[in-house]
């Protein structure tokens, strides 16, 4: 708690890095003098003298690079983090021996390099130069923190982008251990307000809301592989289970087979085998936005495997409070809300097919109890009601989220399905209650509209089942270029299937959708082409039909792809907002009758 209620935010800034730092096993820290790092001084002072670090002063920053790196590596032959930090300026680039030394080396060098604001870069301002970057591919890790200019109203993303910085460091991420590099910049004033002691730097200024975990636990404890094996991911009673975008099949398949196993609802994106989705709540990404019997019903965890990245229901759950969060992921693990309070590697999903200790997961026999627990039967409930009003009112048909049910109706039980980034695989979430197909693919890394025509073409040309392709509009026209095969080139049996509404769809679901916003919508957000899809076939020689009503649609679908051809059918995208806010409604209206 802070001594005083004067706190600068560069001061609260300071001090929140440097708690976390302790939190996360770092005792030892270099410091160099300087004015733009003065905060970080005064934040490392307090910490020594609340015996929480031993500090180090160094006057020469090449000197101080190597006497950390001497530190991290230890006497015991067990490399531990140690945090070196500089002004702005040449100071940084005076650590680029020591952090070329800890990359190779593969010791866990942390550098904290201040900086002055963002908006001086570039402005010839004293002491500025560009220092995110500055150490090139020799870091593990980075980050470019802004100044702030009030209190945040949460410690959270601060804390979190300190958590992950150790997490490189030390390899537990992927990799091996080595260097990274976090670039903080600070705004004036630089020196704390004084305190009741009467001298800056007599205490850590954190403020109540930007404090800790407690007991001083980290904000994020990440489990590496190798201590995956015990005790793997504890039991929790109320647990809900979200499976986003995985690597692959197995992970998919080993996330479902644990979730099931204990019995937990699980809510999952269409993604990966089928086994995902079948194993799910029916219609779980729909259930969600009954926000109402949500907060009646939270789960006390909520255990994401993977990344989501199609609903803002999952990202409410996620930050409800009260609610914790735990994330199963190799590498970086996905946390843009800032909640995750612990994060296991996909090795803990196998580990946990060992019998558990009793004291720290409990027997078997409580969890097997549990799938049949009265929290676990309501979600199983919901979900079966929602698909229920669902099937019986029926989707739109002019809508796309009729095409996406009818495209997953047709498909071959074993077919391998490739899906845009935009409105189709939201219609897929939302219209569809189960599996969509044997497997689906989609670029989610970065969740663009680009390369989708290539990326399906590559799919049938490596896969051994019927191949297709969902897309929207905009998105095969944006690589229509993948139609272009050369006639000695393999050619793949590959059907794709346009869902043309002739523009942006899915910004009529977002807010420029709103209809207060419709002056301004159709020429900067619409964006209709008038493109004749079938002429543009025809000239790059694909094979191009197109379907006048779902059950042609549905036929065409369930024909065997054979070449390349393209299925088109039209859809109404001045329908996509009012079909998903009915449906919307349907799971917020039988949830609460």
């Not at 009646?296 to 609903?311: N, W």
Request: charged share 20%; aromatic share 4%.
């Amino acid at each position: 708690m802070a001594e005083s209620t004067l706190v600068t935010p560069s001061a609260a800034f300071a001090s929140v890095l440097v708690d976390e730092l302790v939190r996360g096993g770092v005792r030892d820290v270099v410091l160099c003098p300087g004015s733009r790092s003065a905060p970080l001084a005064y934040a490392l002072l307090a910490a020594e003298r609340d015996g929480r670090l031993r500090l180090h002063v160094r006057v020469d920053e090449r000197s101080a690079g190597f006497l950390a790196l001497g530190l991290a590596r230890g006497g015991s032959g067990s490399p531990r983090p140690v945090a070196v930090v500089t002004t702005s300026g040449t100071a940084v680039a005076n650590l680029h021996p020591a952090v070329l030394e800890a990359h190779h080396g593969g010791v866990p060098l942390v550098v904290l390099s201040a900086d002055r604001p963002h908006e001086l870069r570039g402005t010839g301002a004293n002491q500025t130069t560009a220092q995110p970057g500055i150490f090139g591919r020799a870091t593990r890790w980075s980050a470019d923190l802004p100044a702030p200019e009030v209190l945040p109203t949460s410690g959270g993303p601060w804390r979190s982008v300190v958590c992950r910085a150790l997490a490189a460091a030390r390899g537990v991420t992927g990799g091996a251990a080595g260097p990274v590099h976090l670039d903080v910049a600070f705004r004036d004033p630089l020196v704390p307000e004084l305190t009741d002691r009467g001298s800056p730097g007599g205490g850590l200024v954190i403020d109540d809301a930007l404090a800790g975990r407690p007991d001083g636990a980290p904000w994020v404890v990440v489990v590496g592989p190798s201590e995956a094996l015990a005790p793997g991911i504890s039991f929790v009673e109320r647990t809900l289970v979200v499976i986003g975008d995985l690597p692959s099949a197995s992970v998919a398949r080993a996330a479902a087979d644990w979730a099931l196993g204990r019995g937990h609802p699980v809510v999952a994106e269409p993604f990966g085998p089928s086994v995902v989705r079948a194993s799910a709540l029916p219609h779980g990404p729909l259930l969600l936005t009954a926000s109402r019997w949500v907060s009646e019903h939270l789960p006390e965890r909520v255990v994401v495997i993977g990344r989501p990245t199609l609903s803002r229901a999952v990202a409410a759950v996620l930050r409800a409070p009260g609610v914790l969060v735990e994330v199963v992921a190799d590498g970086l693990w996905a946390d843009p809300a800032h909640v995750a309070s612990r994060v296991h590697p996909f090795a803990a999903l196998e580990a946990d097919a060992v019998p558990p200790e009793p004291d720290s997961v409990g027997d078997r026999e409580g969890i097997s109890a549990q799938s049949t627990s009265g929290w676990a039967e309501a979600w199983q409930a919901a979900g079966a009601r929602v698909a229920e009003a669902v099937a019986a009112q029926g989707l739109p048909e002019s809508g796309g989220l009729a095409v996406a049910a009818a495209v997953a109706s047709a498909l071959p039980e074993d077919a391998v399905l490739v899906v845009g980034s935009s409105n189709t695989v939201r219609d897929l979430d939302l219209g569809v209650a189960g599996a969509v197909a044997g497997h689906v693919v989609a670029n989610r890394g970065l969740a663009g509209i680009d390369g989708l025509v290539s990326t399906a073409v590559g799919v049938a040309l490596t896969s051994p089942s019927p191949a297709y392709a969902l897309l929207g509009d905009l998105t095969f026209l944006h690589d229509s270029g993948g139609l272009l095969i050369g006639p000695g080139e393999p050619r793949p049996d590959l059907s794709i299937i346009v869902a043309n509404d002739d523009g942006g769809g899915i910004f009529t679901t977002l807010e420029p959708g709103e209809p207060e916003r419709s002056d301004t919508f159709e020429r900067i957000f619409g964006t209709p082409t008038g493109t004749d899809l079938g002429a543009l076939c025809l000239a790059h020689g694909v094979g191009h039909t197109r379907a006048d009503s779902l059950d042609a649609l549905s036929a065409l679908v369930a024909q065997a792809p054979e070449g390349l051809r393209v299925i088109e059918i039209s859809v109404d995208r001045g329908a996509h907002r009012s079909a998903h806010e009915e449906l919307r409604a349907l799971a917020q209206h039988v949830l609460q009758a």
